[in-house]
């Protein structure tokens, strides 16, 4: 096993914080930083290690939206609305069900034959960019076929769940409004739009806003950090120095005594409250 790239802290820095000299529990401190990183992120509803994210985000008719993973080192791409870029149907007519779906990493094709034998094909968009290799492999794949209407990167097509193309073809769309102004809060992680340039609103008061649609706006982005901060460093450590502490006797326990010797150990609630008061100012509230 090895650290997870969301890692908030190292088995080293760990061992130092409790003292620990010996390498014995080496893996069991690797697992807690694994398992109490993923915690933190959950917990905080975001990422913390810099990484490339691609994120369709909620605008809700504002000028100004927040990506989830603050803050933002760089930005690719601010995009909305929508344009053909490929089409998806059913080659075999026999088949009783044909589907296409989208996610964050790849095209997904389902398929019933008329025997009833189900068949499911992904297709990385890692490795094929474009919707133009995208629509090739997808028309390559036994019972679909395919056809590429307007070029680009495959990771903007927008996401959707399985849709059926057995008898009508799917139009796989992608934004197409890459060229408004807009301006960067790069700490806060917001974008504010300051001019559309192909409003698409008659009533003014809506000209120059991000589109009231749900997933309206692309971006793509480098987020996250370099270095962790050290407030979310220390909550690493308190949690996994208790969950250390714990591992061979009751966490319910606050005090023990033998003979003459006795230790104390902070309640439940004393920890969660130091944790917390850590965490809080990174927690993104939706």
Known sequence: ????????????????????????????????????????????????????????????????????????????????????????????????????AVDDTQARLYRVASDGTATITTLALATYPTTTLLSAAIDGTTGFDSSVQFNTPSYMLHRLGGRDVTTTTAYLTA??????????????????????????????????RFPQQFQSVFIRYQGGYSTIPNALVQAAFELISDAYSVRDHSNKVNQESVGDYSYSVRPVAEWASSVMQLLAPFRRIR
């Open 1 to 100: 096993m090895a650290l997870a790239s969301n890692a908030l802290t190292t088995v080293a820095d760990v061992k130092t914080y409790m003292g620990v000299t010996s390498s014995t529990d080496d893996t069991l401190i690797e697992t807690l930083v694994n398992n109490v990183s993923d915690q933190i992120e959950r917990w905080c509803d975001r990422q913390f290690a810099a990484t490339t994210f691609t994120e369709f985000i909620d605008a809700r008719g504002t000028r100004t939206i927040a990506v989830e993973n603050p803050p933002i080192v760089s930005v690719d791409v601010v995009a909305f609305g929508a344009r053909d870029s490929l089409t998806v149907s059913s080659a075999t007519s026999t088949d009783l069900l044909a589907t296409v």
């Open 175 to 208: 934004p197409d409004d890459a060229e408004s102004e807009y301006r960067v809060d790069f700490e806060r992680g917001m974008i504010h739009l300051r001019a559309d340039a192909f409003p698409r609103f008659v009533e003014d008061r809506l000209n120059n």
